[in-house]
């Protein structure tokens, strides 16, 4: 299995490992992402359905609703959360829902952006560490034979 | 980076203002710090979204900060809440529900906040004016105080905007600079007649539209009628901030900022040119619909965001020509408008609430229906005048979901069943 190193810019610090999934398109967390179980609920979304709990959740963005940062602190509060995300652009909603959750219940997760060719370079189902520093191993999948 | 701070933000930082504002502050230091703000500036107004969904979180958010003493520093108005509150027992809503979400709504307004209830806080009260700096939540009020007034706010979530309230204090960055408000991508509507331009359903598929095309980028709109109406730009701004991010755009000839394309660039040129034809159009139409022509319908939904007086007299016109021919509402069509108290006091004072309530349309105030458990489990079908809820509803409610203008909306309330065919073209 090779691994490789990317140096990213930290959100929210912290560290968590898990495995990648990822998605092209922008979500709203309110209306795009069940805060109960971590169901991407937003119909229109091409990973409709995918459960990002416990997952490193790597998408370009948030979009739509401002509530979006009560529904991720409210997917941490209920242990649903993704492990950490790793977006393109720095969207202070959800930046808001981890720090929010840090100061009210001491718990957050990391979130970490990288620029577009290292975002762009992790695949479904990599295996992803990423570090309080905001540097993010990727174990690469062995392709199928 | 350490942000800069003024002696009476250390002061807010320290506790010499109260352990709310201590808290409010240590939040809003970090999302600085998250932003990349050099420094915190002041705001005037600002606009909870906060008080709007009821969670575990949010509750305890809330009464956290009212039990530590937090008080409002500058007007603050509500978002809708959780629940009609003079009205809940009508739509057979959950007394422990009920009773969490009287407990939120206490929360905030024991700090201090106006209890306006609505997510159109720019036809109700204590509008801003051009160039305010504000803190706002609610994405449609977002992007129509930026966008339609000139007042300047960056897309505020939940929670950071009752911080911003009790300190008065926000991150120095984002559309709260002038310099970031500059046009980046121009989209042109070319083929498009005039009559369809008007069409009020043409201002929710526009902003669908816009929602996607625009990505992260500031749109700059050529081609908007000039005289198009608050309700329009209200169901443009929620569409496009509901399938985008869309926190400001310009229309030339339309909003303040962008009295000519030269102005809504700063000078500059636009990075990208997108125009828009009438098959844009359509297609954004028909994605904005899950249900099919002909399905049975449930419910209908107007006023995502809030129902203006205005959108109140168009729809009891299109009710009394129906009750005029002799038609009335299906009997396995429920017809609900959500609206804000300042709205329906306008229209207790008019002819058309009898209308509205004889045919047996139900008018809820200061929810939503995404917020309060009023919609059956037993819904499958729902159609909507608004984008907004269309865009959320399959997801959100588990049911299929029917995008039509008003009129198509009252066509359909009495015959039972989607009608909605050839809207744009």
């Known amino acids: ?145 | 980076m350490a942000v800069k701070l003024s002696t009476r933000d250390e002061q807010l930082l320290n506790g010499q203002h109260g352990k709310a504002a201590r808290m409010a502050m240590r939040i809003l230091v970090r999302m600085a710090e998250v932003q990349g703000a050099p420094e915190m500036m002041d705001v005037s107004q600002a606009h909870i979204d906060g008080c709007g969904l009821l969670s575990e979180t949010g509750l305890e958010f809330a009464e956290t900060l009212a039990a530590k003493g937090g008080k409002v520093s500058i007007p603050t108005t509500l978002n809708m809440g959780p629940l009609d509150l003079q009205d809940w027992k009508r739509f057979g809503v959950d007394e422990g529900f009920a009773a969490k979400a009287i407990r939120q709504a206490k929360a905030y307004t024991d700090m201090g906040c106006i209890p306006t209830w609505t997510c159109a806080p720019y036809q109700s009260y204590l509008t801003p004016r051009f160039g305010q700096q504000i803190a706002w939540g609610e994405s449609n009020a977002i992007c129509y105080a930026n966008s339609v007034l000139g007042a300047r706010t960056n897309r505020y979530g939940d929670f950071i905007d009752i911080c911003a309230a009790i300190t008065g204090r926000v991150p120095k960055c984002g559309l709260h600079l002038k310099q970031n408000r500059k046009g980046q991508i121009l989209l042109r509507l070319i083929d498009i007649e005039p009559a369809t331009r008007r069409n009020n359903a043409f201002f929710a598929i526009l902003g669908h539209l816009i929602g996607s095309l625009a990505e992260d980028k500031i749109p700059v709109i050529e081609g908007l009628p000039i005289n198009v109406s608050s309700d329009q730009l209200k169901a443009l701004c929620a569409a496009a901030a509901s399938s985008g991010e869309v926190a400001l755009f310009h229309a030339v000839g339309v909003t303040p900022e962008a009295n000519t394309l030269e102005e809504a660039f700063h000078g500059g040129k636009p990075q990208r040119i997108i125009d828009i034809h009438l098959s844009d159009l359509q297609r954004s139409e028909a994605d904005l619909s899950t249900a099919r022509e002909g399905d049975k319908l449930d419910l209908i939904v107007l006023g995502c965001p809030h129902f203006s007086f205005d959108e109140f007299r168009e729809l009891a016109t299109l009710i009394r020509a129906k009750t005029e021919k002799g038609e009335t509402l299906h009997p396995d069509v429920e017809f609900v408008v959500i609206s804000s108290q300042t709205s329906y006091a306008l229209l207790q004072r008019s002819d058309f609430l009898g209308v509205l309530t004889d045919f047996g349309i139900e008018i809820t105030l200061d929810t939503c229906i995404f917020h309060t458990p009023m919609v059956s489990p037993d819904t499958k079908v729902i159609m909507t005048n608004s984008g907004k809820c269309a865009y959320y509803a399959p997801g959100q409610l588990g049911v299929r979901v029917a995008f039509g203008s008003m009129a198509k909306c009252v066509d359909s309330a009495v015959e039972g069943c989607v009608c909605r065919k050839e809207m744009i073209g």
Do not use: C
């Open chain 1, 1 to 145: 299995m090779t691994k490789r190193f990317l140096v990213g810019r930290v959100v929210v610090a912290g560290s968590a490992q898990g495995i990648a999934l990822v998605s092209k398109e922008p979500l709203s967390f309110w209306g795009g992402l069940s805060p109960n179980t971590g169901e991407i609920i937003d119909r229109r979304h091409e990973r409709s359905g995918a459960n990002v709990s416990g997952r490193i959740f790597v998408f370009p963005r948030g979009k739509g609703s401002s509530t979006s940062s009560a529904t991720l602190m409210e997917s941490i509060k209920n242990g649903i959360a993704p492990a950490a995300i790793v977006n393109l652009k720095v969207d202070p909603i959800l930046a808001l829902g981890s720090i929010v959750s840090d100061e009210l219940y001491n718990r957050s997760i990391p979130i970490v952006v990288l620029d577009e060719q290292d975002f762009y370079s992790i695949k479904e189902d990599d295996y992803l560490s990423v570090e309080p520093d905001g540097k993010v191993s990727v174990s690469i999948k062995p392709t199928a034979k």
